[in-house]
């Protein structure tokens, strides 16, 4: 029975705590709706106050949208007004110039219509004067063209010899200045000395008697001395010395060796005379190759054959004008050198060219030709460069091209031979050439006087003014030049100066 009213109390108690509960969440649930609808009703207003503004908004917008499209509109049809005018502007101003250049047009038609009636009028004006001028001249129009031609042809050439002076000016001086510059350099480092020889040597005598001996009986020592050597063995009154005289230095040499040696021996017969002569052949023969020797290795020339070498000694025996042709050719190997360094060309070559530019003189005597050609054909037998045997073969100028090697020697050649003192002339030589430049200056026509001066280096010519003008003076010039080169040999250059006077004399009365 408890257990019972138990139950029934426990279920009444859950009844009314359940009852209790949901009471109690009735109650939050409507304070949850009621805040809920609060919220959603000021949701709503806040909603419809932002739709309002935004409705406000959209609206301006839209007005101003508006207004902006209007302006816009309003402008671009103000654009097209205006450009619609400018176009007509356009147009109108292109008729008006279409109309011009029609006019302009029917202007000119009238004037080319005009001009080719002046054109035929001034034809016809100019055939009339040329017939009068003709008639007043007394020559026909061809004959006039050809004297106003001729008139030009001269002043033409006046102006091209005037324009060519200059330019000869100008070149001279420039290749004169170079070349001064150079040969200076070339003479300040070479320094040689003053030699003459002649073709007669004399041998001393211990006294009168042994000239005598020399002769011997009937003149069979002399015979046989001039015999055995081919020198001529000169006894005269001379005290105390014989002269021996040959053309060929080499036999002189052998001549005088041996006939040193027969009057230190004392033994004068025609044996002793040939044996002593052949013993100085041979001593003459080791000399010649040992100057050659020398000579090369003075200029430090290497690799020369041996026959070259012996050609090259013989020269220490040749002389021209006095000058001695080896220690003239180890010069001329040593300017060569110095030119072609200041040019930067190769100076062995040119050494080697300017050694053996003079060796045709060791046998010209027995060769036909100039030594120049006669040493280049010696040379190419056993050189094997090319540029040697050029500047050989042109150092003079006796072939048609004249390559850069040929005027390094040519050039070396002239600064050892026109040095003073280098070589000697006959004065039966130095009269001739200068009577002969003055007879070439002489023989043009025009020229009143002519002087060869300074050792005949210089030629200086007086014209006669009422003749030759100045430009023909300047022509003069050049044409004695040519000629002086073709008809004379002489060494260094010669100098054509012409002169031309003009006096204006007048009398105060």
């Known amino acids: 029975m408890e257990i019972t009213v138990y139950i029934s109390s426990f279920i009444i108690g859950v009844v009314l705590g359940g009852a209790v509960v949901f009471f109690f969440r009735r109650m939050a649930v409507n304070r949850l709706i009621r805040a809920a609808e609060r919220k959603a009703a000021r949701m709503m207003m806040e909603t419809r106050a932002e739709v309002k503004e935004v409705s406000e908004k959209a609206r301006e917008d839209a007005e101003k949208i508006k207004t902006s499209a209007e302006t816009e509109h309003r402008e671009r049809r103000a654009e097209l007004q205006r450009q619609e005018s400018r176009l007509q502007s356009k147009t109108e101003n292109t008729d008006r110039r279409q109309e011009a250049l029609v006019q302009r047009e029917k202007t000119l038609a009238n004037r080319e219509k005009s001009l080719e009636t002046t054109l035929a009028q001034l034809d016809e004006a100019k055939d009339k004067q040329v017939k009068q001028l003709e008639l007043i001249s007394g020559m026909s129009s061809a004959e006039a063209k050809n004297t106003l031609l001729e008139r030009m042809d001269t002043e033409i050439q006046e102006e091209a010899s005037r324009r060519l002076h200059e330019w000869e000016i100008k070149l001279k001086a420039d290749s004169d200045l170079k070349a001064q510059e150079i040969l200076a350099q070339v003479i300040q480092r070479s320094a040689s000395e003053i030699v003459s020889e002649t073709t007669v040597v004399s041998v001393p005598l211990p006294s009168d008697e042994m000239k005598g001996r020399l002769i011997g009986r009937e003149g069979r020592n002399i015979r046989a001395l001039e015999q055995a050597t081919g020198v001529d063995l000169i006894v005269d009154d001379t005290p105390e010395a014989v002269t021996l005289s040959s053309f060929d230095p080499v036999r002189r040499e052998v001549a005088r060796n041996a006939l040193t040696k027969l009057i230190l021996d004392g033994r004068i017969h025609p044996a002793r005379i040939e044996e002593v002569v052949q013993k100085a052949e041979e001593e003459t023969e080791a000399e010649i190759i040992s100057a050659g020797e020398k000579a090369a290795y003075d200029v430090s020339v290497h690799g020369l054959r041996p026959e070259l070498i012996k050609l090259l ?75 040697v045997v050029e500047g050989i073969a042109q150092h003079h100028f006796e072939t048609g091209d004249v390559s850069f090697w040929g005027f390094v020697v040519a050039a070396a050649d002239a600064v050892s031979s026109a040095r003073p003192g280098a070589r000697r002339e006959s004065m039966e030589n130095y009269l001739k050439r200068l009577n002969a430049l003055e007879d070439i200056a002489n023989s043009f026509s025009g020229v009143d006087k002519s002087y060869a001066i300074q050792a005949g280096r210089e030629i200086r010519i007086l014209v006669k003014p009422e003749e030759i003008d100045d430009l023909g003076g300047m022509r003069l010039a050049r044409d004695i030049v040519k000629k002086i080169e073709e008809g004379l040999d002489y060494p260094g250059q010669i100098k054509v100066t012409v002169l031309r006077e003009t006096r204006a004399i007048d009398f105060a009365k």
Do not use: C
């Open 313 to 387: 000694g013989r020269l220490k025996y040749r002389t021209s004008y006095g000058q001695n042709v080896l220690r003239h050719s180890i010069e001329v190997a040593y300017l060569s050198e110095m030119i072609a360094s200041e040019l930067g060309a190769n100076t062995t070559i040119a050494k080697k060219a300017g050694l053996l530019h003079d060796i045709g003189k060791a046998v010209d005597r027995e060769v036909e030709g100039t030594h120049a050609a006669i040493g280049a054909d010696l040379v190419r037998q056993w050189e094997k460069s090319p540029e």
